[in-house]
C-alpha cells in the first residue's frame, strides 16, 4: 500500500516537472559561456544617420522689400556714373562757337584795358625823365624847334609806345586766366580766321559808297553776328555788281 502511494507521488512530480525544465541551461542562449562579444562600431558606422533631407526655404520678398532693393540698386549703379562724369567735365569741356566769341571780345576788352593803362604809365614815366633830365631843351636846340613842340612830341611818342606794348601784358592776364582752354582758343582761333578768309569780300574793289564790311570780323561776338557778317558781305558783293 505504502509503495503503492510512493509511486503515484513520483509519478505526479514526474508529470508536473518536465525533464527539459529541471535540465541546467548549458546549452541555452542565456548563458554568459556561449554569448558572441560585442564589437565596437567604428566611427564611421556610429555617426547618426542624416535626417531627412529638407529642401531650402524660398523667402519670398514683399513689395516693400523689392521696392527697397531696387532703389538701393538704382543708386548704386547711378553712383558710378557721376563719379565717371565728374572728372570728364571738370578736366575739359568742349569749347562751343559762342563760347569762344564771347572769350574773343573779352581778350579784346583787356587788351584795350591794358593798353590804355600802358600808355598812360609811359606817357606819366616819359615825361617825368624829359622834365628831370631837360631834354626838350636839348632837342629844341638839335632840331630847331620850341621846347613845348618837342615835349609835347616826346610825350606822344611815350604814349604811342605804350599803347602798343600793352596788348602783350592783356594777352598774357588772358592766357593766365583761361589756361585751361587755351589749346581749344588756338584751334577755333584758326579755324575762325580760315572761315573770315574764304568768305570775307575784296578790298579792291571798294568804294566811299561801299565800304569793306569789317574786313577782319572784328566786331563778331556771336553766331548771330557771323551770320550777319556773312549777309553784308554778300550785299557788298551784289553791291559792287550793280555799280560794275
Known sequence: MLSTTNLRSTRALTYRFQPALL??????????????????RSPAHSAPRPSVLHKPSVRIPSRASARLASTSASAAAAVPSSSNNNPSSASEQPLTWNRFLALRKTRRRISLVSSILSAGGCTAV?????MQRDLDSIGAQTLGLDPMIVLGLSTMGFAAVGWLVGPFFGNAVFNLVYRNVRGQIDAKERA??????KYRVDPTSSSMANPVPDYYGEKIGS???????????RAFNLKRGRMI
Do not use: E, H, N
Not at 575762325?192 to 578768309?197: H, T
Not at 553766331?223 to 558781305?233: E, F, G, S
Open 192 to 197: 575762325f580766321y580760315a572761315r573770315i578768309k
Open 23 to 40: 535540465t541546467p541551461c548549458a546549452a541555452s542562449p542565456c548563458s554568459t559561456a556561449s554569448r558572441p562579444t560585442k564589437t565596437p
Open 126 to 130: 616819359g615825361a617825368m625823365v624829359l
Open 223 to 233: 553766331v548771330a553776328d557771323y551770320r550777319r557778317w556773312l549777309k553784308d558781305q
